[in-house]
């Protein structure tokens, strides 16, 4: 994702296994090309392969603020590698919150809602000075 014209994702990491059933399909992925496509249509981003052998495969992203995200892919098929490398980069890199609602109620207040057209004008109140229990 891009903040004022500056693409977030710096490295994408594509760590698998070269034995390993579960990253058969990233390298796959890799030996097919679709690495270097998916490079081309994305010059912004440092791409790194690397081996890491008797682990699960995964993918993941660095970001100009310095926070990571990981995305599994073991046994995933080659789309949902695609996917997972376009979702890394489509990321602002911040954590992500949760949005609160706006307080609603099923009662209404008590007091009423105000307005301020209530036809109060030319009304007046009895004004009464209290001191210590005298009415004056």
């Not at 995933?76 to 706006?102: F, H, V, W």
């Not at 105000?114 to 030319?122: A, E, H, N, S, V």
Request: aromatic share 6%; charged share 25%; hydrophobic share 30%.
């Amino acid at each position: 994702m891009a903040t004022r014209g500056v693409w977030q994702l710096s490295k994408l990491r594509v760590v698998y296994c070269e034995h390993g059933g579960s990253s058969r399909n990233v390298r796959e992925f890799i030996q097919s090309g679709r690495i270097v496509e998916w490079a081309r249509e994305n010059p912004q981003v440092n791409i790194v392969v690397q081996i890491r052998n008797s682990k699960h495969p995964y993918i993941q992203g660095n970001y100009l603020t310095g926070k990571t995200h990981e995305i599994g892919v073991k046994n995933e098929p080659i789309e949902t590698i695609y996917k997972a490398m376009d979702q890394l980069k489509n990321r602002s890199g911040r954590k992500i919150k949760k949005l609160g609602k706006p307080v609603r109620t099923e009662t209404p207040s008590v007091q009423g809602v105000w307005t301020p057209m209530l036809g109060l004008q030319g009304t007046s109140f009895p004004i009464q000075i209290v001191n210590g229990g005298e009415t004056k």
